[in-house]
């Protein structure tokens, strides 16, 4: 009997042949390796918090990784952390620091297993550290893998194989199963942070200012107030302490307090010109508790990491992002505030939580990395996924596509072959080469992604 299967926020389902827990690497070698009990195709489940259909094995067999999750060895003199693909990144992050050690990225979502990290897309600013400037992306930090191919092989790759490791790492599970993976970390150090508020013009007029200020950047938009608050963050010398209370706020806030104010507004109040206000007045109070509280001199990087629940409950919230190449980003920055108001203006919608963005820096460490051409920053709507949220990314993708962005396969739902393909067309022909070559008889290709990369 098919079993049907949801993401995270279970606004996506799709029917499986089979959900299998497999309780060992073996047990997923004979899994790929039966064909006739174990239909294709054959996908990875870890938390499911992708929000695209990137998750799909329609008919196919899904393979629950979440109780593979031992943490195999932590090297704190080679500075690597080895690990089975189940763990949870918050779980690995919380081991590291113990040993005086932390992840490159810490992301914000500690529910994503270390697997999913290590071949698909994540998003977080990228840190700088000594005047280094870091990658974003957790995938470009993970320097080794065992892999199980669709014959049932297993192999394992380096880095020093750069050219496999970059396709392995953005290769969202259609080259092969990670069982295996091994993180380059680094040394423990506090991290400060602190909060600033710039009308949106002004944000734009500095932004090259404010870059070049060599701290991390994260954006919280607010296309109705005309304003962005920036979230500084950079190294202290001051000594670690684990436990925050200002990182504990403002991840319940993010997490628990904001959608659920959200839901009930949307839900308890019929005028939309009043649930407008009502949104505007929480978006104000957020900037002012951000400005005034939201700032420490000596947190660890690991609690900015947020442990959600199994499935979302009633105060849970979905998201999309594009990427902007720097350059361009400050008109792309005023061109979508005034997109959400017109939009807004024509539809009755807008989104009932915060707008983000993120400063990333330019990644060529996977084939499909969105900052493979230079740096970037983004835009992400975050919404708790109301009436309208559909329809309005469709709108969304579709000025992030003529804005020249470049989306995530993983995070961006409703994108089209399209826009893919616009984003994309240099990188896809070698990767569907080496994809046929490791999996000719298709065993982890799905119709989404087939769609999505061969489509023109």
């Known amino acids: 009997m098919a079993v049907t299967i949801q993401n995270w926020k279970r606004d996506l389902s799709y029917s499986a042949h089979s959900l299998v827990r497999a309780d060992s690497v073996n047990h997923i070698v004979s899994i790929v390796k039966d064909t006739e009990r174990y239909p294709s195709p054959v996908r990875v489940k870890g938390s499911h918090h992708s929000t695209t259909r990137c998750i799909e094995a329609n008919g196919g067999t899904v393979i629950d990784v979440s109780g593979l999750d031992r943490i195999l060895e932590i090297d704190a003199d080679a500075l690597t952390i080895c690990m089975q693909a189940g763990v949870r990144h918050i779980d690995a992050a919380r081991a590291l620091e113990k040993k005086g050690l932390q992840f490159y990225v810490n992301v914000e979502i500690g529910n994503l297993t270390v697997g999913s990290g290590a071949c698909g897309g994540t998003k977080d600013a990228s840190f700088i550290s000594d005047r280094i400037t870091e990658y974003g ?3 470009s930090y993970c320097i080794a893998m065992k892999v199980v191919q669709a014959d049932g092989s297993i192999v394992e790759i380096s880095e020093q194989d750069s050219e496999m490791m970059s396709m392995m790492r953005s290769s969202y599970g259609l080259l092969g199963i990670l069982v295996e993976v091994t993180y380059r970390v680094k040394p423990l150090r506090a991290m400060a942070v602190r909060h600033q508020a710039y009308s949106v013009h002004a944000f734009v007029e500095r932004l090259d200012e404010l870059l070049a200020g060599q701290q991390s950047m994260m954006l919280y938009l607010f296309p109705f107030l005309d304003r962005v608050v920036v979230e500084y963050r950079y190294d202290s010398s001051k000594p670690v302490r684990s436990g925050s209370w200002q990182w504990r706020l403002r991840n319940y806030v993010w997490k628990t307090l904001s959608p659920g104010f959200a839901r009930v507004v949307g839900q308890a109040i019929p005028w939309a010109g009043l649930r407008h206000r009502i949104y505007n007045g929480w978006n104000r109070l957020t900037m002012k508790v951000m400005q005034l509280l939201l700032r420490d001199c ?6 900015q990491i947020i442990r959600y629940p199994e499935t979302a409950g009633f105060a849970s919230y979905t998201f999309s992002i594009w990427a902007f ?9 005023l061109d979508y505030f005034e997109f959400c108001r017109n939009y807004h203006r024509a539809n009755g919608y807008r ?3 915060l ?34 949220w559909p329809e309005f990314l469709d709108a ?4 992030c596509h003529q804005h020249q962005g470049t989306p995530l396969f993983n995070q961006t739902p409703g994108i089209t072959p399209a826009q893919v393909q616009a984003a994309f067309a240099a990188e896809i022909p070698a990767f569907l080469e080496l994809r046929e070559r490791l999996d000719p008889e298709q065993r982890f290709y799905t119709p989404w992604f087939r769609q999505l990369l061969e489509q023109n």
Do not use: H, W
Request: one cysteine or more; aromatic letters at 10%; charged letters at 15%.
């Open 355 to 388: 707008n983000v963005g993120y400063s990333i820096a330019a990644d060529r460490q996977s084939q499909f990395s969105y900052s493979r051409r230079g740096p970037v920053l983004t835009l992400d709507p975050v919404a708790t996924g109301a009436n309208g």
């Open 325 to 333: 190449p720097r350059a361009s980003y400050g008109q792309a920055l």
């Open 298 to 303: 000596n947190s660890s990087p690991a609690d």
């Open 351 to 353: 989104c009932d939580l």
């Open 396 to 399: 969304y993708n579709e000025f």
């Open 137 to 139: 992306q957790v995938a």
